[in-house]
């Protein structure tokens, strides 16, 4: 994974003409902080945990990014995850630089109190480098506004002071923004729009394909399926469904669990191989890495794939696909929509004035749209496909700001 966008940041600055002393800046975080942090288990035994946070480049302000509790987080993922937002706060020209942070631990064998104790613990490990105006936390993978609200919650408790712009994607009650929860969702649902505009696709009555039901994945199908879209499949962590037809999209809403998984309710289900592979009109990876290889790119029937998950399409598997005609919009464009969101909560806090959703909608709206259009752009005049062009676009801001700097 961090290879692989290495190779994409050095080609991206090398089109821009930077030389190789910004690429040795700018291809690893400028610090990353390893923890280890012990949790009192409701068994009454203490389990050692081990979290990080990355913080790529805070040249153009403090850095900004999700924390992902997962039993495959490591050093690597932490770090390239923290470099595509850098990416995606430049693409979306927000005052952020990357960050990411992690706890490698399954939440799903977890309860709600030993959920709350590793939050507060996680915290607390990481005090010291994390704060409204150095580093500001979201939710991620396998995490939520009440996550959030724990972790603001301790941080206040350390600092002795309320601090709700510490940390973004809270309950409203807390400080929350409106529109926050399917920000993600709504900004895939804008450039999937945008996409179908440039590949002459009428939304109503198009086919469209999920892979991933949680947050993303749930509410998109949601949107798309309001927006006239035929939903006719969409998958889990154990399986997926299909139907030509379209599927019922509020059923699988309503019945699946609190991790997004529904499909043992079914029994005529089929593998995410296959639901990858089905003819449609817009595929929409939303699950994990890696999904779309030189394996199966050439298998894809889809006339669009935009990327909602992290790095679901390998550098290889998207020269296959662009050769053959694919119109594929990065992740590091198509699920801005969350850290957009977030920086509107980080300023409505620091200001503490708040939005209505129509507000929040609105100017998300107009942000994703201008990344789009400006990366298309960018994508023609340099005759490169859309993820390097979202890559050059991406890292200019980090370069130029480094320069300014003084640091190279």
């Not at 053959?324 to 509107?344: C, E, K, M, Q, W």
Request: with cysteine.
């Amino acid at each position: 994974m961090l290879l692989s966008t290495q190779t994409v940041i050095h080609e991206a600055l090398h089109k821009l003409g930077f030389q190789d002393d910004m690429f040795e800046l700018l291809k690893e975080p400028l610090r990353l902080l390893k923890v280890r942090f012990p949790v009192r288990m409701d068994d009454g035994s203490v389990k050692i945990f081990t979290g990080y946070r990355s913080q790529h480049n805070d040249s153009v302000g403090p850095t900004k990014g999700g924390v992902r509790f997962h039993p495959e987080v490591d050093e690597n993922e932490v770090n390239a995850l923290s470099i595509w937002m850098s990416l995606k706060c430049g693409i979306t020209d927000l005052p952020f630089g990357g960050g990411k942070g992690g706890i490698n631990c399954d939440p799903r064998s977890m309860s709600l109190r030993e959920l709350e104790r590793l939050s507060r613990g996680y915290v607390r490990a990481i005090s010291q480098i994390v704060g409204p105006s150095k580093d500001i936390p979201a939710p991620d993978v396998y995490t939520n506004s009440q996550i959030m609200a724990w972790m603001m919650d301790e941080y206040s408790r350390l600092r002795e002071f309320d601090s709700p712009a510490f940390i973004t994607g809270k309950p409203i009650v807390l400080g929350g923004s409106q529109g926050r929860e399917t920000a993600t969702a709504r900004g895939v649902a804008i450039i999937i729009e945008e996409a179908a505009k440039k590949k002459g696709i009428d939304l109503q009555g198009a086919r469209v394909v999920i892979q991933g039901f949680g947050n993303a994945g749930s509410y998109l199908a949601k949107f798309m399926h309001d927006a006239g879209a035929k939903v006719i499949g969409v998958s889990d962590v154990y399986g997926a469904i299909a139907d030509p037809n379209g599927l019922d999209i509020d059923y699988l809403i309503e019945r699946r669990d609190s991790f997004g998984a529904f499909s043992k309710l079914f029994t005529n289900t089929i593998t995410n191989k296959e639901l990858l592979e089905l003819d449609c009109d817009i595929l929409v990876p939303a699950a994990i890495a890696n999904q779309i290889t030189v394996h199966n790119a050439l298998d894809i029937k889809a006339s669009i794939v935009v990327e909602a998950a992290n790095g679901p399409t390998t550098i290889e598997a998207t020269k296959l696909l662009t050769e053959r005609g694919v119109f594929l919009v990065p992740d590091i464009l198509s699920n801005a929509g969350g850290v957009t969101v977030s920086y509107f909560e980080w300023v409505q806090n620091n200001q503490g004035y708040y939005w209505t959703e129509e507000e929040v909608d609105q100017k998300l709206q107009k942000i994703m749209v201008d990344a789009f259009d400006n990366i298309y752009r960018v994508s023609k005049t340099y005759k490169v496909d859309m993820r390097l062009a979202a890559y050059m676009i991406g890292i200019r801001k980090l370069a130029e700001a480094s320069t300014f700097r003084g640091w190279i």
